[in-house]
C-alpha cells in the first residue's frame, strides 16, 4: 500500500461501499463519512506497517471497530445510543426484530387510542398528515400534535430498550458483514 496511486484506486473502489456500511451502524451521515476517513488516514500513515491479505476484509472490519471505538468513548453519554435507537424505531417500525416490536406494541398499547391510530396511520400505513386528517375528519394540526405527542411518549418507553436495540443492532451488523 506504499503506492500513492494504489492507494487513491483503493481509496475511490472502497469509499462508497465503507461509507454505506458505516451509516447502517451509525445513522448519522457525518460520523460515517468521518469513520470511513480516519480508517483510510490510518491506513495511509501505517502503510509501511501494516500487511493486508484483504484489503476488502481489513477495511470493512477497520470501518466495524472504528464504529465501536466511537460508541465505546461515549458509553457514558447513553443519549446518543438512546437517540439513535428512537430514530431507528421510528424509521423502520415495520422491519424491526421481533422481540423490540413486542415491546413497541406493548408502549403503542398504553397511547390513548387515538394517538395510536394516529401513529399507526402514519408509520404502519405510511399515510401523510392530510390524509389522516381527511380520513379521521380532524385538522391537520390535531394529526400533527398527536403524532408528536404519540412519539415523545414512545421515545420515553423506548429509553429503557436502548440497550437490547444496540444488542440486536451489533447482531444484525455481523449479519451483514460475514454474509
Known amino acids: 500500500m506504499n503506492n500513492p496511486e494504489i492507494f487513491e484506486k483503493t481509496y475511490t473502489q472502497y469509499w462508497k461501499k465503507l461509507t454505506a456500511f458505516s451509516y447502517?451502524?451509525?445513522?448519522?451521515?457525518?460520523?460515517?463519512?468521518?469513520?470511513?476517513?480516519d480508517v483510510f488516514v490510518d491506513l495511509w500513515e501505517r502503510k509501511s506497517d501494516v500487511k493486508i491479505l484483504s484489503i476488502e476484509a481489513y477495511?470493512?472490519?477497520?470501518?466495524?471497530?472504528?464504529?465501536?471505538?466511537?460508541?465505546?468513548?461515549?458509553?457514558?453519554?447513553?443519549?446518543?445510543l438512546e437517540d439513535k435507537f428512537e430514530d431507528y424505531?421510528?424509521?423502520?417500525?415495520?422491519?424491526i426484530e421481533p422481540e423490540l416490536l413486542d415491546s413497541l406494541?406493548?408502549?403503542l398499547d398504553k397511547?390513548?387510542?387515538?394517538?395510536?391510530?394516529?401513529?399507526?396511520?402514519?408509520?404502519?400505513?405510511?399515510m401523510s398528515?392530510?390524509?389522516?386528517?381527511?380520513?379521521?375528519?380532524?385538522?391537520?394540526?390535531?394529526?400533527?400534535?398527536?403524532i408528536s405527542?404519540?412519539?415523545?411518549?414512545?421515545?420515553?418507553?423506548?429509553?429503557?430498550?436502548?440497550?437490547?436495540?444496540?444488542?440486536?443492532?451489533?447482531i444484525e451488523i455481523f449479519k451483514i458483514t460475514f454474509a
Open 24 to 37: 447502517t451502524m451509525t445513522q448519522d451521515n457525518d460520523l460515517a463519512q468521518n469513520i470511513v476517513q
Open 59 to 80: 477495511l470493512f472490519r477497520a470501518v466495524k471497530n472504528q464504529v465501536f471505538k466511537h460508541y465505546q468513548n461515549n458509553r457514558f453519554d447513553k443519549t446518543i
Open 89 to 95: 424505531v421510528m424509521d423502520h417500525f415495520t422491519t
Open 105 to 107: 406494541y406493548s408502549l
Open 111 to 126: 397511547l390513548p387510542e387515538k394517538r395510536k391510530e394516529v401513529l399507526l396511520m402514519y408509520k404502519m400505513q405510511d
Open 129 to 146: 398528515i392530510d390524509q389522516i386528517a381527511d380520513e379521521l375528519e380532524v385538522s391537520k394540526q390535531t394529526v400533527k400534535n398527536q
Open 149 to 170: 405527542t404519540g412519539l415523545k411518549q414512545l421515545r420515553e418507553g423506548l429509553k429503557d430498550l436502548a440497550w437490547l436495540a444496540l444488542l440486536l443492532f451489533c
